[in-house]
T-cell receptor, first 111, second 114 residues
C-alpha cells in the first residue's frame, strides 16, 4: 500500500513555465514533508521541506503548498529551467524517523 | 568529508548467490537507512538503524539482513539473491537530535540478479 501518493508520473513544461507536482497522504501522524530531486545516476538530494503547521514555504523558485485538512501538499517550480529536468519525489516522515516516499515525477523542461 | 559512500556501484549476481552492499558515512550521523528504488515505485525502506547495535525493519525487509557495529558503517546483506531483488539500492544517513535534520543519500548500487 502506497502511503504517499504522487502525481503526475511525468510532466513536460516549457522553459519559463510553472511545474506543479502533487502528493497526498492518509497518515495524520506524519510530521515532516520533504521533497527530493534526483538526477540520473545520482542519489536523491533534499530540495525543500515543510512542517505540517505551515501552509506554504518558499525557497527561491521552489514553493511547497501544504493543506493539512485535505492531507495534500504540492511542489511548485516557478520559471522552470532545463536544468530543473530531473525526477522529483515527495516524502513523509513517520514516528521513529521512518520515511515514506511517493512514486516520483519525471520532469522535462523544454528549452 | 566524503559524505555517504556506497560500494560497489554495479553488480550482477546469479540466483541464489549472496553479497553484501557496503555503506559508510563520515558525518557522525546516528541514523542510517537502506532503500531500494524500482521504476515507478519510488523508494522503499528496507532497514534502518538509529545507532550502533540497533536496527529495525522498514517496509520491505524480506530477503535482506543488516548489522550496525559502528556508527560509520551499515552493510546490507542479501543471502539468497532472487530476480525480485534487481533494483537500485541507496543508503542514507541523518543526524539525530533536530526534528528536521536532512537525510543525505549515497550514489547508489545498481544490482541485477539473473
Amino acid at each position: 500500500q502506497q502511503q504517499v501518493k504522487q502525481s503526475p508520473q511525468s510532466l513536460i513544461v516549457q522553459k519559463g513555465g510553472i511545474s506543479i507536482i502533487n502528493c497526498a497522504y492518509e497518515n495524520t501522524a506524519f510530521d515532516y514533508f520533504p521533497w527530493y530531486q534526483q538526477f540520473p545516476g545520482k542519489g536523491p538530494a533534499l530540495l525543500i521541506a515543510i512542517r505540517p503547521d505551515v501552509s506554504e514555504k518558499k525557497e527561491g523558485r521552489f514553493t511547497i503548498s501544504f493543506n493539512k485538512s485535505a492531507k495534500q501538499f504540492s511542489l511548485h517550480i516557478m520559471d522552470s529551467q532545463p536544468g530543473d529536468s530531473a525526477t522529483y519525489f515527495c516524502a513523509a516522515r513517520a514516528t521513529g524517523n521512518q520515511f515514506y516516499f511517493g512514486t516520483g515525477t519525471s520532469l522535462t523542461v523544454i528549452p | 568529508n566524503a559524505g555517504v559512500t556506497q560500494t560497489p556501484k554495479f553488480r550482477i549476481l546469479k540466483i541464489g548467490q549472496s553479497m553484501t552492499l557496503q555503506c559508510a558515512q563520515d558525518m557522525n550521523h546516528n541514523y542510517m537507512y537502506w532503500y531500494r528504488q524500482d521504476p515507478g515505485m519510488g523508494l522503499k525502506l528496507i532497514y534502518y538503524s538509529v545507532g550502533a547495535g540497533i536496527t529495525d525493519k522498514g517496509e520491505v525487509p524480506n530477503g535482506y539482513n543488516v548489522s550496525r557495529s559502528t556508527t560509520e558503517d551499515f552493510p546490507l546483506r542479501l543471502e539468497l539473491a532472487a530476480p525480485s531483488q534487481t533494483s537500485v539500492y541507496f543508503c542514507a544517513s541523518k543526524l539525530a537530535g533536530g526534528m528536521y535534520n536532512e537525510q543525505f543519500f549515497g550514489p547508489g548500487t545498481r544490482l541485477t540478479v539473473l
